[in-house]
Nanobody
Framework: LQLVESGGGLVQPGGSLRLSCTVS???????????IGWFRQAPGKGREGVSY????????YYADSVRGRFTISRANNKNTVDLQMDRLKPEDTAIYFC????????????????????WGQGIQVTVSS
């Protein structure tokens, strides 16, 4: 799969942004058969799993740091997976990536980057006044 993130930018603390991950099929493999994870990487830090949505049962997972503020959703007919980010904080500043996994992932492993086969290029999100 080919994945492209959009919707990033600069926002003030307390504000909102909506990121989109647009997925293009490769060799007949489509979003219908992929779980999608959103990750982020702040300067000097490792890549952190933010949220996940399954293609199998639409189950969702969230990192503790974003639960209650971020919401993940998918629209297979539009080939997109969105991440709605509300009540943003300066510590949410990072490059955000979406990634595709060809298997349903359980809660114990969804944040492991090696479980994902395809990655987008990433998009910057800056939360600052």
């Amino acid at each position: 799969l080919q994945l492209v993130e959009s919707g990033g930018g600069l926002v003030q603390p307390g504000g909102s942004l909506r990121l989109s991950c647009t997925v293009s099929a490769v060799s007949g493999y489509t979003l219908d058969y992929s779980a999608i994870g959103w990750f982020r990487q702040a300067p000097g830090k490792g890549r952190e799993g933010v949220s996940y949505i399954s293609h199998y049962d639409r189950s969702t997972y969230y990192a503790d740091s974003v639960r209650g503020r971020f919401t993940i959703s998918r629209a297979n007919n539009k080939n997109t997976v969105d991440l709605q980010m509300d009540r943003l904080k300066p510590e949410d500043t990072a490059i955000y990536f979406c990634a595709a996994a060809r298997s349903h992932l359980i809660q114990a492993v969804w944040q492991m980057t090696h479980m994902y086969e395809d990655w987008g290029q990433g998009i910057q999100v800056t939360v600052s006044s």
